[in-house]
């Protein structure tokens, strides 16, 4: 099913260079699905605007990875505010995470160096055992895609 055209409007959202919100032909915004992401208008199943934006630019996608907005602004679909990254990589970028790199790093060579329990950890680092468990057993930031979340979402991510 073809979809409309849609332009869109510079924004200075906070980033080094202005986010494009998308609108529709007659200038309005153009609507955001539940998870705040702008949808294309048009008929049948929605389509966000920023993975058209990114194709549209010349890019293209990648089996596996996601965009990930370097603006932060899940409405922007401006092509060079996206990312394309390992859905891995993507949820360790966003606000809920409580690690970062160095800090996992860190929390699995005191593990292993045998000094901590997962529960000591958990209490230092501000989680709980089971997710130490899951850091120092790799199931959460391997180094491809989290084996938990791609059993939970039911295989691969999606743009």
């Not at 309005?28 to 294309?40: A, E, F, H, Q, V």
Request: hydrophobic letters at 30%; a positive charge; aromatic letters at 6%.
């Amino acid at each position: 099913m073809k979809r409309k055209p849609f332009g869109h409007e510079e924004v200075e959202a906070g980033y080094k260079t202005p986010c494009h919100r998308p609108h529709n032909a007659a200038g309005d915004s153009l609507r955001l699905d539940r998870n705040g992401y702008s949808i294309t208008p048009g008929r049948g199943p929605s389509v966000r605007a920023h993975r058209v934006r990114w194709l549209a630019a010349g890019n293209h996608a990648t089996q596996g990875h996601v965009l990930d907005h370097l603006c932060r602004n899940r409405w922007c679909c401006n092509p060079s505010h996206l990312e394309e990254v390992t859905a891995a990589e993507n949820v360790r970028r966003g606000d809920c995470t409580k690690l970062d790199d160095g800090e996992v790093a860190l929390l699995r060579v005191l593990y292993k160096e045998g000094g901590f329990t997962q529960k000591a950890l958990g209490e230092e680092f501000g989680l709980s055992q089971s997710h130490v468990s899951r850091l120092t057993r790799g199931l959460y930031w391997s180094d491809g895609p989290c084996a938990h979340w791609q059993q939970r979402k039911g295989g691969t991510g999606h743009l």
